[in-house]
């Protein structure tokens, strides 16, 4: 996303928590900051001049703090933009809040419901930036994301690493999107007003059997023995009409008849 914008010559700040990560973001001509989502003092001056927020949050590998992270952090978000400059905000959730499992359809309107501790959390997040973003006037758009995949978070590796194993989920959906057609929505959705939610999926769910079988076949591994679930979980299939309605956007889908899928 920072790399496009860049591109079209726009000023990008990107934040990190990660003091390593500051070289990386230089080198695509990102502005780079040290700041977390509990230092209220240092996020005041990352929005300092700032018209559109892009907010990303990871919990990291531990999933004990997503309270901290995503409920918390988003609540000093809305407190630091009062009497900023910032115009628009756009934050990415994840389709988990719907908490269905019997292998329905979903979409937007499609009530949330918390499973989990980390599914509680972002749906509080989800809510507070919404009511925050409307009370400021800020137009704030929460984008719910299925499975990224792309130039980094390629399947073939992660789908090849399984081959000849033994899994229970095979009759589950699987939502994905492409991590560029991830960057088009958000950089199309820097230059519209819009406040509310969108599914940001491919619109294309398959079953995992069907994902993994195909891309193993075409690279010639063995395949995956198939066991029966435990419990019967089938997971979602979430519909994208909204977002590409209102963007004019259409998405690719990974390619399981034959042809890889890095």
């Known amino acids: 996303m920072g790399q496009q914008l860049v591109a079209d010559g726009v000023d990008v700040l990107g934040t990190t928590t990660t003091p390593e990560r500051c070289a990386q973001l230089t080198q695509v001509g990102i502005h780079p900051v040290l700041a977390r989502l509990d230092q209220v003092d240092a996020l005041r001056d990352v929005l300092s001049g700032r018209d559109t927020i892009i907010l990303t949050i990871a919990a990291g590998r531990g999933r004990g703090n997503y309270h901290d992270v995503y409920a918390t952090g988003s609540k000093n978000i809305v407190a630091t933009l009062a009497g900023t400059s910032v115009r628009r905000l756009i934050y990415t959730s994840s389709t988990r809040v719907y908490g269905e499992d ?13 499973v989990d501790g980390a599914s509680a959390a972002l749906i509080e997040a989800e809510q507070r930036l919404l009511d925050g973003g409307l009370r400021l006037g800020v137009p704030t758009s929460i984008l719910r994301l299925g499975g990224i995949h792309g130039v980094g978070r390629e399947l073939s590796p992660r789908i090849c690493a399984a081959a000849g194993s033994s899994r229970s989920d095979g009759d589950a959906f699987v939502n994905l999107i492409d991590a560029r057609d991830l960057v088009a929505v958000m950089a199309a959705l820097t230059k519209i007003t819009h406040h509310g939610i969108l599914n940001v999926v491919d619109g294309a769910p398959m079953l995992r059997r069907e994902l993994y079988d195909g891309e193993l076949l075409a690279k010639g591994l063995p395949p995956i023995s198939w066991d029966p679930p435990p419990e019967k979980k089938l997971g979602k299939r979430v519909r994208n009409d909204r977002v590409t309605e209102l963007l004019g956007l259409s998405f690719s889908t990974p390619q399981t008849d034959g042809g890889s899928i890095d």
């Open 102 to 114: 019997a292998g329905a359809w979903v979409d937007e309107d499609t009530p949330t419901l918390s």
